[in-house]
């Protein structure tokens, strides 16, 4: 009798391939716009519950969020420089020098919804749709963004200053709290001497206590880039960089995934066979390989033909048919290079 596998342990194991997923480069679904991820991006992310209904219904919730932020701050390398916890929604602020927002978010929000549906005994969606992950300047906004995040409750009427809400990294930055956010980044740009440093942040802060919502802050390109058309400029080069330099899956990889998709076996492709199903997964081969990276040159040798032969075999894709064989070859090898 098969054994019934538990949906904690379907869980467990999808945190723990999450967790361990090697994103070199940053690779990108096209089910949806891609997030602009790379080494080193600055965003000021924004997470809502669901129909905009309560995240954190006490104080238990909110220690079990920034848990999960505190382990996969150290799990995946993130810098936060600012949170704010509300009751429908999350500001983070965050720099990514290793893993890529995407992952980050995904683990933070997968396992903080797992823990409270368990705990209140709900199934479903906590968070809203996708969060808002909106890629700033740094150099331009980033003591801007903070000041933003912390005055979040006193724009909500909840306290009167900021330090009376408990639910942020305000007091991280005047010395008290949890030592969650990476304070020094931000305090050295008012002085190196810490105790000034303090007491000018404070100040920035308090100058905008009634100040009422900065919208500029939410105005941006193409909904995601907060920044000059520079700024755009240099994003644009950073996202084209881990293109030059992607790893291309191996030749021995993507005969296999062929194989798969075909049923034809490697020394039939490399064959003179004119057989239509095993020109089909020739074919099929060229064009996978010309759209993960390879060049038509490259596959002379392994296909032991002319490159004008292998030219002709790439056209295959131009049909309906030979388009839908490339797509799910394609995404086919990708989920086994991510697994």
Not at 253 to 261: D, I, L
Not at 282 to 290: E, Q
Request: aromatic share 10%; net charge positive; with cysteine.
């Amino acid at each position: 009798m098969m054994q019934r596998i538990s949906l904690d342990v379907i869980l467990d194991d999808a945190i723990r391939r999450l967790e361990n997923r090697n994103i070199s480069g940053y690779n990108y679904s096209m089910a949806r716009p891609p997030r602009l991820e790379f080494p080193g991006a600055f965003y000021h992310v924004i997470v809502r519950g669901n129909h905009r209904q309560d995240i954190f219904l006490d104080e238990q919730d909110r220690l079990e969020y920034l848990s999960r932020v505190s382990h996969y701050k150290g799990k995946t390398g993130f810098i936060l420089y600012a949170y704010v916890l509300m009751s429908n929604h999350v500001h983070l602020l965050i720099e990514t020098p290793k893993s890529p927002v995407s992952k980050i978010m995904q683990l933070i929000n997968f396992t903080y919804t797992r823990y409270f549906n368990r705990r209140y005994g709900k199934v479903g969606h906590l968070f809203q749709g996708r969060y808002k992950a909106i890629l700033c300047d740094r150099d331009e906004y980033l003591l801007g963004l903070v000041r933003y995040i912390h005055l979040n409750p006193v724009r909500a009427n909840i306290v009167s200053l900021p330090h009376e809400y408990l639910w942020s990294s305000h007091s991280e930055y005047l010395g008290l709290g949890k030592g969650l956010a990476e304070t020094n980044r931000v305090l050295r740009l008012f002085s190196e001497s810490v105790l000034l440093a303090r007491r000018l942040y404070k100040g920035f802060i308090d100058e905008a206590v009634g100040a009422g919502r900065d919208d500029s802050y939410y105005t941006t390109m193409d909904q995601q880039i907060l920044g000059d058309e520079k700024f755009a400029d240099e994003v644009g080069e950073k996202l084209a960089e881990p293109e030059k330099h992607r790893r291309k899956p191996s030749f021995q990889r993507v005969f296999k995934v062929v194989e798969e998709m075909t049923g034809i076996s490697r020394e039939a492709i490399i064959s003179r066979s004119r057989k239509s199903e095993v020109v089909f997964a020739r074919g099929l081969l060229v064009s996978v390989c010309r759209e993960v990276g390879y060049k038509l040159v490259d596959l002379t040798d392994v296909l032991k033909r002319e490159s004008s032969s292998v030219s002709k075999l790439a056209r295959m894709s131009d049909s309906d048919k030979g388009r839908n064989a490339v797509n799910q070859s394609v995404k086919l090898l990708n989920s086994r290079i991510q697994a």
